[in-house]
């Protein structure tokens, strides 16, 4: 299969991290390499990249596009949530800086044989990790109807669910949904006909919320990210890359808890419950991608960084 990926927000992200040309970063969502290598080029001999990621195909291939770079370079197949485990398996005890790119690389998008898109024809799968248990075809065809429907409304914000479910419920009783397009089709037919045809695809947030309960890609961020502070020495940076609501908000809250953290009711004239702030927040409000990186990928149009300093 032929590798294509865009890099959102690279510059942006890369600057973020404050590169030091002799320190230890991880990119905890390896894809396609691209912030990676920008990273690479910027550490010297005495640098140390460490990437993470669950798909083999993305590790084969940043690690043939890395080669180059001169830098130290590991990576490991793995969820980013074991950042810990990660770390010793590398010999590493504190890092410098951290990436999280969250959501889909485009080559996944893109390849219609690992199911995440709606527009291509292929297996119902979504998984991540291709060796993982669940998959989107289990969840459209075995999940009882209210689980169905709280998936759609809770990790798809769906307006529709009730009714996409009812939909979904009727056909599997004649036969299962075995393909991203029948799927998409059956979606489409049933929201209400005005809705169908604007800007952004009907299945689009169905699609979402069956890929991040196949990857349980929401339950882990918050741990994940505690990991990642924990890891980091002082001054050291977590830069975050959300491409929707719930995961930005869940960052937002993350990096204010972890700035204010004190519980001490507002009338305390002094805090009293001991907790410290552990990060300094960067960014007040997300960077957001420029027009002209918009209008070169249109994937990038809902792209968030947010970006912490450990204190």
């Known amino acids: 299969m032929e590798f294509s ?34 990273i690479c080029k910027r550490l010297s001999k005495d640098g140390t990249l ?31 949530v074991n950042l810990k485990e990660v770390l010793e398996l590398t010999g590493v005890s504190q890092i410098d800086g951290i990436i999280y790119d969250l959501g889909v690389s485009s080559f996944q998008f893109d390849d219609e044989t690992r199911g995440f898109s709606y527009h291509h024809d292929g297996p119902l799968d979504m998984r991540m990790d291709s060796g993982a248990a669940l998959s989107a075809y289990e969840v459209v065809n075995t999940y009882p109807p209210e689980r169905l429907k709280k998936v ?7 307006r529709f669910a009730g009714r996409i479910v009812n939909a979904v419920i009727k056909e599997r009783e004649t036969k299962p949904i075995e393909t991203t397009l029948e799927l998409s ?16 695809h009907p299945a689009r947030k169905s699609f979402q919320a069956i890929r991040l309960e196949v990857n349980h890609e929401l339950d882990i961020l918050e741990d994940a990210f505690s990991a990642g502070i924990e890891a980091l020495k002082p001054g050291g940076r977590m830069c975050i890359i959300t491409f929707h609501s719930l995961e930005d908000r869940i960052v937002k809250h993350f990096f204010k808890d972890k700035q204010n953290p004190c519980t001490c009711p507002p009338e305390f004239p002094t805090c009293v419950c001991g907790k410290k702030p552990e990060v300094k927040i960067i960014t007040r409000k997300p960077i957001l991608p420029s027009a002209e990186e918009i209008e070169a990928n249109r994937r990038s149009r809902s792209a968030k960084l947010r970006i912490a300093e450990k204190l």
Not at 55 to 79: E, I, M, S, T, W
Not at 152 to 158: D, K, P, R, S, T
Not at 188 to 195: L, M, N, Q, S, V
Request: aromatic share 10%.
């Open 50 to 80: 460490i990437g993470i990621d669950q798909d083999d195909f993305a590790l084969d291939y940043a690690g043939k596009r890395l080669a180059p770079c001169a830098c130290h370079k590991q990576f490991v197949k793995n969820n980013f």
């Open 185 to 200: 089709e059956l979606i489409k037919a049933a929201y209400p006909a005005k809705e169908r045809f604007k800007e952004k």
């Open 152 to 158: 759609l409304q809770v990790y798809g914000e769906e």
């Open 5 to 38: 990926h865009t890099t959102v927000l690279l510059h942006e992200t890369v600057d973020g991290l404050m590169i030091k040309p002799d320190g230890t970063y991880v990119d905890g969502t390896l894809g396609g390499g691209g912030h990676s290598e920008l």
